[in-house]
């Protein structure tokens, strides 16, 4: 190691030139790529594409025809059934149809869907629903009579009271939504008269994300570029020494994303924040160097014997804390979830990426300056400075109060442990976005006034039951009695499935009777009606979106008002406990599919992986501190400040009520590479000073000078760095900002004050290493071995 280390500090100082050109001619080619990424915001392929889920969902897509909708809503003070609203609307719809990515025959609107009824001779109509009824003269009920009274519609193109009708655009491919809504917003404007508008549905809320997460990345990465130099030019106060931090950040974030971009990955939600890691991460080890070579250049002879010295000093701490977060992000791989395994690597490519070029174009920077430019650097007196004078006084605090100190950690723990079982996991797409978005009001407008804008599918398999059909009076019988039961739910807006065309048929051939609005006892009935729809002029491909031509399968479609994952998932448990309470018909199957469930599906599985990717990579960065520090003690030390940071943080996560959702879920392998690294720099130095020192005392009191402020330096800079976030329209950009500030405030305060008192209550073996240290029988060191075994000479 140590040779390795002498080797690159050498190579980095003597070859300045070409270091620098070389890492600019690397950025340039990796920048190139970087345009030509393929952006991916489908929340869909956080999940493999074997994953059976995925295989169901498309499975049942395919077999009944089915597309991702885009749901336009209007709200009005008055009946939008009344005729002239509805020929707006049509004209609307004319439009809409010559839009490419549209299905056109699937579109649902008062203009294209049917009216099933009965003429005064007994025959049976499928017609317009915006159309006069054949025979029925004087008596023409009402649009909204008429959607009152078919089930297939009710609640769903319009609400009871016609305050509200819906345009359901169902898409090519639902990476479509956004410019379709586009689309849409323009065509009314030029129709014009249109009113209150909403445009729902998850295809077009993750397609906006995706277009807003960048456009707020090109916004808030900069900002926070830029906060993060202003707040190193305060601390180091000359700009072109400053620099040289925001030029190895800048690189690192190109480097990588050049990377990913040319071993053709997409950019997806989750790549997308690699920038806004990597900008912290990146600027790290940078500032200890500042700080280290901000106190030493004035007092060496040479910028050069400054440079050397400094690197000498931080080499094995910056090497540990740049494994230590590599290791956190690479236990990503672990997880069930693609795009986590991306982020992961490419985080801790970037964090490698970092490291090298902390340790060679730093220092090469450094050397090509002139001298002019260094004159004063380092004059500062640091001891007069706010840090200066606060951070000694926080390591006198520390040894005096560490009972306390320790008394409120545990305190903190135990209340950070209630905060935890207080967890919610949850998510949804919709609310990535602020209350006040357009999409968020959508959602809530039209879950009021209809059934609402998610989609969920329940997939009846009945060919493995004794008739292979579902036509069986005991399967659709069993379908309305879970329709009933599920229509129950205050998320669950509406449900539409074949039960409810046979019903709405059967009830019309009887003359209205209310008796007749049920299934038939009788299979050949059943076969009867639904002939008898398609020969009245009902379009077969509309029934073959409930069954399958054979009849062996057919889908029950839920319409909910909420999106949540646990609102879902709520639904899901409703269906179980059902089938339990009232057995299926045997050889009846069911699989769920639909945008809403495989969220939940991936959200499991992102947790799940989350978690043991975590416990891993804490068990192993555990490890590396005790072959690390050389002591077993200190490894668990130095392990306290991470364990406390992570549980402060998820504990106020669930005494806040947040939602732990992706974001969050993500920011653990944050929490560990940023905490332990202040650890390492704490422990590390110190066992170096008490090495030269000899005394608790005194290596505590040298801590809390230059590498306590390197520490402080490093919160403040990160913690306020990313403020901007704070002011997004995206809800986990804001939720990246928060834990920025929550991580560097508490690691940091963790480190300063919790690893002092841990050092004072453990003693004079505090910073022992293996077989480096002697302690006498009465407990006190023996500091002429400690001075001989570190290779220094005694000071006199």
């Given amino acids: ?37 393929v952006i991916d915001t489908d929340p869909e392929n956080m999940l493999a594409s074997g994953e059976p889920v995925r295989a169901v969902h498309k499975e049942i897509k ?71 009824r054949t025979g029925w003269e004087d008596n023409q009920p ?16 319009a609400s009871g009271d016609g305050r509200a009708v819906a345009l359901y655009i169902p898409l090519e491919s639902k990476t479509y939504a956004h410019d379709v809504s586009e689309q849409v917003k323009a065509e009314m404007a030029a129709i014009g008269g249109f009113g209150e508008y909403h445009i729902a549905g998850l295809p077009v809320a993750e397609e906006t994300f995706g277009t807003e997460m960048f456009r707020q990345m090109a916004i ?3 900002l926070a570029g830029i906060l993060i130099f202003l707040l190193m030019l305060i601390f180091f106060r000359r700009f072109s020494v400053v620099a040289s931090p925001m030029i190895v950040a800048v690189m690192t974030v190109i480097w990588t994303m050049g990377l990913l971009v040319l071993l053709k990955f997409p950019l997806h939600i989750m790549s997308s924040m690699i920038p806004i890691f990597l900008m912290p991460i990146a600027v790290l080890d940078s500032i200890h160097i500042l700080s280290e070579f901000h106190d030493r250049y004035q007092q060496s002879s040479s910028r050069r014997a400054a440079i050397t010295s400094t690197l000498e000093e931080l080499f094995a701490p910056m090497l540990f804390t740049s494994i230590t977060t590599f290791v956190g992000f690479i236990s990503l791989v672990s997880a069930p979830i693609p795009p986590v395994r991306v982020f992961g690597v490419f985080v801790a490519t970037g964090v490698a990426v970092a490291w090298v070029l902390s340790m060679t174009f730093n220092p090469a920077y450094a050397m090509l300056l002139p001298e002019r430019v260094l004159a004063r650097f380092g004059r500062l007196d640091e001891g007069r400075s706010f840090l200066g004078r606060l951070l000694p006084r926080a390591g006198r605090f520390a040894a005096k109060a560490r009972i306390p100190i320790l008394v409120v950690s545990v305190l903190a ?57 579902v036509k069986d009076p005991a399967v659709l019988t069993y379908m309305e009695g879970l329709q009933r039961h599920l229509e129950q739910m205050p998320q669950v807006g509406a449900t539409t499935g074949v039960t409810d065309i046979v019903k709405k048929v059967r009830f019309e051939l009887k003359d209205g009777d209310p ?18 729809y398609e020969a009245a002029g009902g379009d077969s491909e509309d029934l073959y979106k409930f069954i399958t031509p054979d009849g062996g399968k057919a889908v029950l479609w839920l319409q909910l008002r909420e999106g949540d994952n646990l609102a879902v998932a709520e639904v899901v448990q409703a269906t179980e406990r059902y089938t339990r309470t009232v057995p299926p018909p045997a050889g009846l199957t069911f699989a769920w599919g639909g945008l809403t469930y495989v969220n939940i599906v991936w959200q499991d599985k992102m947790v799940s992986g989350m978690r043991n990717a975590l416990l891993g990579s804490f068990a192993v960065v555990l490890i590396m501190m005790i072959i690390l520090l050389r002591s077993v003690i200190l490894g668990l030390i130095s392990m306290v400040p991470l364990s406390v940071t992570i549980a402060m943080v998820y504990g106020l996560v669930g005494w806040t009520g947040k939602s732990y959702d992706m974001p969050i879920a993500v920011l653990s392998s944050l929490t560990l590479g940023l905490s332990i690294d202040f650890a390492i720099h704490f422990l590390k130095r110190g066992q170096e000073i008490y090495a030269r020192r000899g005394s608790l005392a005194a290596t505590l009191e040298e801590l809390f000078e230059e590498p306590a402020r390197a520490i402080a330096r490093n919160i403040v800079v990160i913690a306020l760095g990313f403020v901007p976030l704070l002011f997004s329209s995206l809800v986990p950009y804001i939720t990246v900002g928060v834990f920025f500030l929550l991580i560097m405030g508490l690691s940091g305060v963790a480190t300063l004050f919790i690893l002092p008192a841990l050092l004072h209550v453990r003693g004079a073996r505090a910073l022992q290493r293996w077989g480096a240290v002697r302690v006498r029988d009465d407990g006190t060191i023996d500091e002429m071995a400690v001075l001989a075994q570190s290779g220094k000479e005694t000071v006199a």
Avoid at 5 to 30: N, W
């Fill in 1 to 37: 190691m140590p040779q390795i280390r002498h080797r690159i500090i050498r190579f980095s100082v003597d070859h300045p030139r070409l270091i620098v050109i070389a890492a600019i001619l690397i950025t340039i080619a990796l920048i190139i790529p970087i345009p030509n990424a």
């Fill in 62 to 132: 395919e077999e009944f025809s089915l597309s991702d909708f885009l749901v336009v809503g209007f709200v009005g003070q008055t009946d939008l059934t009344a005729p002239d609203f509805i020929e707006r609307l049509g004209l609307l719809v004319a439009a809409v149809e010559e839009m490419e990515s549209v299905v056109t025959e699937d579109i649902w609107a008062p203009s294209t869907v049917d009216d099933i009824y009965r003429t005064p001779d007994g025959t049976l109509v499928i017609g317009p629903l915006t159309g006069p």
């Fill in 142 to 157: 009402s649009v909204a009579a008429k959607i009152a009274g078919n089930p297939i519609l009710r609640g769903k193109i």
């Fill in 220 to 222: 808030s990465a900069p």
């Fill in 413 to 469: 723990l135990a209340f950070a442990t209630v905060g935890i079982s207080k967890i919610v996991i949850n998510d949804n797409p919709t609310k990535w976005f602020k209350p006040a978005h357009p999409i968020r009001v959508a959602e809530e407008k039209l879950g009021e006034h209809l059934a609402g804008t998610y989609e969920a599918y329940l997939l009846f398999d009945a060919t493995g039951t004794a008739d292979e059909t």
């Fill in 515 to 532: 008796a007749a609005n049920s299934i038939p006892n009788n299979a050949e009935e059943i076969a009867q009606e639904l002939f008898l």
